[in-house]
């Protein structure tokens, strides 16, 4: 039996009625792109509708940097947070790129009622786009350098300001 993709069950799970965090996180578990308890996925639901339907950061976008964090993020200030930041903003970029925002309300603003099918296939293109992307970006991340100077510089600042507070 063929294994499903994530970029394909995601849209799916989306239109079951799944929020659209939600339907990228499980996919990308049953996959076995990144593996987390249920806890993240109850942690993921109210990232649905732009966070709590108040149309802010898209709801999909939180989903992608939810599985980077899962798969890239600290649990303590022993470990660097540069893994999990390089690949959150290189899909925050290619998002951005996209689609020229990265909130819910503008990406849906078109759409008078939001049970619409339009609507929803609408959300179905952006799931699988951040599925998509998110599992690159996961596989990439070895290979490939998503820093800017920017953000190593703010790095190597922070960290010096770290250790001179654990020294006070």
Wanted: hydrophobic share 35%; glycine share 8%.
């Amino acid at each position: 039996m063929k294994k499903l993709k994530a970029e394909d069950t995601a849209p799916a799970k989306y239109k079951e009625s799944y929020v659209c965090s939600e339907a990228i996180l499980l996919s990308l578990r049953e996959e076995g792109t990144v593996n987390f308890s249920d806890d993240v996925i109850r942690a993921s639901t109210g990232f649905g509708a732009g966070v709590g339907w108040s149309k802010h950061l898209c709801g999909a976008l939180s989903g992608g940097v939810m599985a980077i964090g899962v798969k890239y993020g600290r649990t303590g200030l022993n470990k660097s947070r540069k893994p999990s930041w390089d690949c959150c903003f290189e899909l925050v970029r290619r998002f951005a790129k996209k689609y020229g925002t990265i909130q819910c309300g503008e990406l849906i603003k078109s759409f008078n009622d939001l049970a619409a099918k339009e609507r929803i296939s609408h959300c179905q293109k952006i799931i699988r786009f951040v599925t998509t992307e998110t599992k690159k970006i996961i596989k990439d991340s070895n290979d490939k350098n998503f820093a800017t100077p920017e953000r190593d510089a703010y790095y190597k600042r922070r960290e010096k300001t770290a250790m001179i507070a654990q020294k006070s």
